[in-house]
């Protein structure tokens, strides 16, 4: 019988790197793939070059070959159009969340097994158990870490033959077993933020695409404050960027927005991190999308609002519409559309809805 082959996706992180030599060190064949998402950066703030020549300096260490493949104009068409019309649309969406489900548990995936892989791997911190039902996706042992939220919009059926050799290990752990494997990335830093933003100023680049659309800053009395570029460029509950500071008439304290309103074009703004219309006690999400739905539902849940965030206790009733209502124990804090509502049982994370709308404290 052959040996199974596992092709990782090798981004030039650490992670990677050593989710293919655990899969080496357990007797997989194992290659890499290097998956190219975004061309266009003339100002060199996109990291994809550098990236490839790290991923390729690991598969030489391990001895093992590096395919590339490019899938940027997937990434664009699936990806960035989405981002650019929910921003024109005063959403705040969340790119590396339909990254995962539209193109590395996709077109990645598909392509990988195309090559003749057995399993396709990554080093995303978060586990999976087959069963005979299909996969559940599970919380990394490494909680702060823990990326199951970035995947909760996969199809289920694209789990499986996935491998996920780091979800069991802490990062402290990781960065040890590279040092001791002598992989050449071992000290090299984690990447943040989204490749085609890199570390340039957001709404510079927003405004290559999207037109500035201006109009008043207003506290909640309607009093103007000052005026903005444009609502795409700012969220709810952001606090710098505001360009409002040093009034006269206001209280020397930070100026948090706590709504948008199209109709105005108007940001309102308020002195208080814990404004009531920037707390929610009951959120909607649009079509809710289930890895795992268990029926009957349990009475209590647990939900978080965005990445990182400790786990929401919850009670969650189904819509008509196919999204949910949940309401949360106790008031979360900036519950913005565009970005999605994810619900676990216990370890189990059961999937995902973008947030539709968020009702107040006393909902």
């Not at 997989?28 to 390729?56: I, P």
């Not at 929910?86 to 195309?114: M, S, W």
């Amino acid at each position: 019988m052959a040996t199974p082959c596992v092709i990782v996706g090798l981004s030039g992180g650490v992670d990677s790197a050593v989710s293919a030599w655990l899969l080496k060190e357990q007797g997989y064949r194992v290659a890499g793939l290097f998956m190219v998402n975004w061309t266009e950066d003339e100002q060199g703030y996109c990291t994809s070059a550098e990236d490839f020549q790290a991923a390729r300096a690991v598969a030489e260490e391990l001895a093992i070959p590096l395919h590339r493949v490019d899938f940027s104009a997937e990434y664009r068409a699936r990806v960035f159009e989405r981002f650019l019309a929910d921003y024109a649309a005063g959403k705040t969406p969340n790119p590396d969340i339909l990254c995962n489900r539209e193109v590395k548990f996709q077109p990645f995936r598909e392509h990988a097994l195309r090559l003749g892989a057995d399993f396709v791997a990554t080093g995303h911190y978060a586990r999976l158990e087959q069963g005979p039902d299909g996969a559940r996706l599970l919380r990394a042992a490494d909680e702060n870490k823990d990326q199951t939220y970035f995947l909760a919009a996969v199809a289920r059926e694209h789990f499986e033959r996935v491998l996920f050799p780091i979800g069991g290990l802490t990062k402290p752990m990781v960065r040890e077993l590279a040092r001791r494997a002598g992989l050449p990335n071992h000290r090299r830093r984690d990447s943040t933020g989204i490749c085609f933003i890199g570390e340039r100023e957001f709404r510079a680049f927003l405004a290559r695409y999207l037109e500035p659309d201006p109009g008043p800053i207003e506290d909640e009395h309607g009093r103007r404050l000052g005026a903005h570029r444009g609502l795409m460029y700012y969220t709810i509950g952001q606090r710098r960027g505001l360009s409002i500071g040093g009034r006269r008439d206001a209280r020397q304290a930070p100026w948090y927005v706590i709504a948008k309103l199209p109709e105005r074009k108007a940001l309102v703004v308020a002195q208080d991190a814990q404004h009531p219309r920037l707390m929610s006690k009951v959120v909607r999400t649009g079509r809710f999308h289930w890895i795992r739905r268990p029926l009957p539902l349990p009475d209590s849940l647990h939900a978080r609002i965005r990445h990182r965030q400790p786990l929401q206790a919850c009670r969650v009733m189904p819509l008509a519409d196919g999204g949910l209502e949940v309401r949360f124990e106790s008031p979360q804090r900036a519950a913005v559309p565009g970005q999605y509502l994810v619900l676990y049982l216990g370890c189990e994370c059961l999937g995902g809805g973008e947030i539709a709308e968020a009702l107040g404290s006393t909902g």
